[in-house]
């Protein structure tokens, strides 16, 4: 890996929404690629906004960009899952683990007061710990955290290991996970999908791991959630750039 080139591929697709909403996200991915497997990248980030429960996309972009910076290689988050019995019952534990994570209640529940009016967005948002305030400054858009990857060598003896299915969707999410929690300002994350057949979300955290909650929404809703809940951020603008730009890797090491 060490030596070779990388280039990090993307896709975004939408379809055009009603007046009031605008433009509807449909799907998004990143990979990391090498030069001679780009064709195969392309393709599986076409296939991802193809064929996607939150509809049929009008609008999809697919680029590719060649990485200068060196790749730094993290170590998975532990994972854990918890089974509830409802969304009722996976929010609360989500809450208890966000302040087991060390947010305060106080701005855990201003973070939920808030989180229909942000589940338009499609990136992430970052919330400070102290205030429950909104902190970035991406509107509508969110942040959207890229350049990053796991080489399926490594995650497939990875998900043997762990006994984890090698569930695509697990993958991506972990990846993405692992590589927030990795700055130091992120204290942790709450994430639940915007697509309507999936219900399964997650707090992760450096100090929690990944911790899954398989229920908290009901099928069909649309509305999903991703923030980092941050503290300590002198400098905003270097850690967009961490979570935008710095390359990552997902690699397990068996200890
Ligand atoms: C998404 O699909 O956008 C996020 C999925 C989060 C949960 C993945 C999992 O099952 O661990
Ligand atoms: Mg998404
Ligand atoms: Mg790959
Ligand atoms: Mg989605």
Redesign the pocket.
Known sequence: MQGEKYYSVRMRSAKEGSHEQGEKHISGGELLSTYNDIKHAVNALLEKGLTHSRGRPDFMQIQFECINDPIKLVNPLQVMTNEVESAGKGQALARKLLEQAGIPRKSIEKAYDQITEYSGIRGAIMLDIHSGERIDDRKEKGVRVSRMDWLDTNFEKWADHCQIPQ?P??KE??VLATKVSEHPATIAEL?????PD?I???VASKKLGYR?ITKLKEFGDEQ?CRIFFVNGLEDLNSYIHYLEKQPVFVQWEEK
């Open positions: 569930n969707r697990v999410a972990l994430c639940w999908s915007d697509d999936y399964t979300g997650y899954r999903g």
